[in-house]
């Protein structure tokens, strides 16, 4: 059995400590929005009672930036499915940036124009406040009140 068949998803509660950026270039150009903060956190037990290795955290990260980010491929979308497949027609924003900040990986989104973008502009711009929450594989490890992710294969935040 490969490593990937032995992973469970791993579905994060979503973190709600985030800043929303509008940067405008001139009043002919639409505005563009960021929703920036922490996405990912490693070393202390998270909502879900998980905790993630900061090694392999750092080595995920940047395969992620490597593999996704740069080549503007790291979607994420509005709903947080239990799917391991990101759909581009539910996509809402794509990850612009992660870096580390100690144990805490601080990313930044740009907000897109899709259908589902738009409605993630619409909610922010009436004051709703959004969360962001990865999506993964991993295996869990129970630890006492915990679970230690082993293998962590970050695959969105949405």
């Given at each position: ?7 469970k ?10 800043q ?7 009043n ?20 879900n009672?998980r905790v ?5 955290m ?12 740069k ?8 709903n947080?499915?239990?799917?391991v497949e990101?759909d ?5 924003h794509?990850i ?38 990865s ?7 129970p630890?006492?009140?915990l ?6 294969h ?5």
């Open positions: 059995m490969s490593d990937i068949t032995t992973r998803l791993l579905v994060d509660e979503p973190s709600f400590d985030l929303y950026v509008v940067e405008e270039k001139n002919k150009e639409p505005s563009t929005l960021y929703i920036q903060g922490p996405f990912l956190m490693s070393e202390q037990k998270n909502k009672g993630y290795s900061l090694n392999e750092v080595q995920e990260v940047g395969r992620y930036t490597r593999d996704m980010i080549e503007n491929r790291s979607l994420g979308e509005l947080h499915p239990t799917s990101v581009p027609e539910r996509a809402c794509m612009t940036e992660l870096t580390q900040d100690g144990n805490v990986f601080v990313g930044k989104s740009k907000v897109l124009s899709t259908p589902m973008g738009q409605i993630v502009r619409s909610l922010i711009m009436d004051n709703v406040k959004l969360g962001i929450s999506r993964a594989l991993g295996k869990l490890l630890s006492g009140d679970h230690q992710v082993q293998g962590f970050l695959i969105c935040c949405d």
